[in-house]
């Protein structure tokens, strides 16, 4: 699975550069975020728009990144398809993370 | 896996998953391929339900490790859609299904949960989910609506698609 991480300013954005964070996927979807999340001080947007699938274990390694973040700083989300938003809702997760509809729309607020 | 349409507006697809998560991925993708070439526009959500259906059955029924196979039929109405499954792993604990309670998110972020949001997903999607054990085997059958395909969409995802028009 591809992260790829760029920078806008103090910003850090992962883009998940695949369809889908399943049960297959999770375990090393969990440690590429470790690695992209290792250096973070600041705001860091998780991109989620190429994602169109994500299941239980997917939304646990999205937790498990959440808690590698700065004390204070929370992990935001943006981006997310109908299929993934759903998800979020239905568990009630989208109300501990900090959710935009898009990684540009992120970068204003 | 077979796909066809029956009478009565249905479109099943049945056929076996071997009981590894890479097997259960390869299967969904393939039902999404079905469902594309009939060409009929559904939820998405039916994809959750049987994920985290399935994932369940490797990781607890076959305990990751024991190797098997699922069965299963999935039978696509305009209305929804009827999923039964059958494997012959492990009972469910006291022959019932699991309880799923509401886990309490106002906690320090270290306390919040990982996992336990497989069942609260199957109960929150599904409408009727009946469970039995029967000749060693686990039967499992789920309604779950589908009614109106873009009624989970986000408004950003109606432009994209709208745009795609």
């Not at chain 1, 001080?41 to 808690?67: H, Q």
């Not at chain 2, 299967?27 to 070439?37: K, S, T």
Request: charged share 25%.
């Amino acid at each position: 699975m591809l992260l790829n991480t760029r920078k806008e300013g103090d910003i850090d954005i992962v883009r998940v550069e695949a369809d889908r964070i399943d049960a297959a996927v999770a375990i090393h979807f969990k440690d590429r975020m470790r690695e992209a999340l290792g250096g973070a001080t600041g705001r860091v947007i998780l991109d989620l728009e190429e994602v169109d699938f994500i299941d239980s274990s997917g939304l646990g390694a999205i937790v498990a990144a959440m808690k590698l973040m700065p004390p204070g700083i929370k992990l935001e989300l943006a981006g997310l398809t109908a299929a993934v938003d759903k998800v979020f809702r239905m568990t009630r997760m989208d109300s501990i993370f900090v959710i935009h509809p898009s990684a540009g729309t992120a970068l204003e607020a | 896996m077979i796909a066809e349409r029956l009478e009565g507006d249905v479109f099943s697809i049945h056929g076996t998953v071997a009981a590894v998560p890479d097997a259960v991925t390869a299967a969904l993708l393939e039902i999404r391929q079905h469902l594309v070439q009939d060409g009929t526009a559904r939820a998405p959500h039916w994809e959750i339900v049987v994920a985290e259906v399935l994932n369940n059955i490797v990781e607890h029924a076959f305990e990751n490790h024991l190797g098997g196979e699922i069965t299963l039929r999935l039978d696509f109405r305009p209305a929804g859609l009827c999923a039964s499954f059958r494997d012959n792993g492990h009972a469910m604990p006291g022959g019932m299904l699991p309880p799923s309670p509401t886990a309490d998110l106002d906690v320090p972020r270290a306390d919040l949960p990982e996992g336990g949001f497989g069942w609260q997903l199957i109960r929150g999607f599904a409408r009727r989910i009946d469970y039995h054990r029967r000749d060693g085997c686990n039967h499992l059958e789920l309604d779950i609506p589908l009614a109106d395909p873009a009624a989970g969409m986000t408004d950003a995802e109606r432009a994209r698609r709208q745009a795609r028009k």
